[in-house]
């Protein structure tokens, strides 16, 4: 990214797309990386050592190159983020869904790509901190895109609809997945179990509950307990609320 003439006011515009940028120039001997290893090192990296552990020189250094030769395949840090977002969304797998598929098979596939999702983050605990910048759509995502928008065509939904359902449920998925991926990190780290997760958070309310600070806290708590769910269910059922909510299916 670029600011005009060095003015220090100046305003940052719309990341570049690497996908804007020719991959292999006209002249000389092909490259001898990819920009598909490059993401590749990069997401390895993050995955065993955490996001800030990406840098420039560290992912050149895994491929066997210098620093300076890393910047002839990725213009920037913002770049190679790009890739490495991209790089993961290729891990969908995405079933057929042929022209007049019934309603209730797309509502499971949708609730297929949420639950792949969520899986996708827990395999990468670092992605929903760099989904936070503005979005740029590569290959991977678009092909994401395009397959929850045919999901979506015999809806009566208009564009705008089409696409906030699919933000609401990408997002809700990432979401879940990295909290769950930070609490399996935080019980590797303590020794704690998930039942002494669960039970300390029961705990927490339980004892704001009874402060009498919270008294529609206290009214829920007093009601009778929820069936036991566990978190993968729970998923489950949020992510189709979200989904019959938006396409007004009547909740049970």
């Given at each position: 990214m670029a600011t005009s003439g060095g003015d220090p006011d100046a305003k940052i515009g719309v990341p570049a797309s690497i996908w804007d940028v020719p991959e292999y120039g006209g002249r000389g001997p092909r490259p001898r990386h990819s920009r598909a290893m490059i993401a590749a090192a990069a997401v390895s990296l993050a995955d065993a050592e955490g996001i800030d552990a990406v840098t420039m020189r560290r992912v050149a250094a895994g491929l066997g190159m210098g620093t300076m030769s890393l910047y002839n395949y990725v213009p920037s840090k913002e770049h190679l983020v790009q890739l490495m977002i991209d790089q993961v969304s290729g891990e969908y797998r995405y079933a057929d869904s042929p022209p007049g598929r019934p309603a209730a098979d797309h509502r499971a596939a949708i609730l297929d790509l949420a639950r792949q999702g969520r899986d996708i983050t827990r395999r990468h605990p670092w992605l929903p901190r760099v989904m936070q910048r503005p979005p740029v759509f590569?290959?991977?995502?678009?092909?994401?895109?395009?397959?929850?928008?045919?999901?979506?065509?015999?809806?009566?939904?208009?564009?705008?609809?089409?696409m906030e359902i699919l933000g609401m449920v990408n997002g809700f998925a990432i979401s879940?997945?990295?909290?769950?991926?930070?609490?399996?990190e935080e019980?590797?780290?303590?020794?704690v179990t998930e039942e002494e997760q669960a039970a300390a958070q029961v705990t927490s309310l339980v004892s704001a509950a009874a402060s009498g600070r919270y008294p529609q806290l206290a009214?829920?708590?007093a009601g009778p307990p929820p069936p036991p769910r566990d978190a993968d269910e729970i998923f489950d059922r949020c992510i189709l609320r979200l989904i019959d909510g938006a396409l007004g299916v009547p909740q049970a």
């Open positions: 590569g290959p991977g995502a678009l092909r994401y895109v395009e397959h929850f928008l045919g999901l979506l065509s015999g809806s009566d939904l208009d564009t705008g609809a089409k879940y997945g990295g909290v769950q991926a930070a609490q399996a019980r590797a780290r303590t020794g009214e829920a708590l």
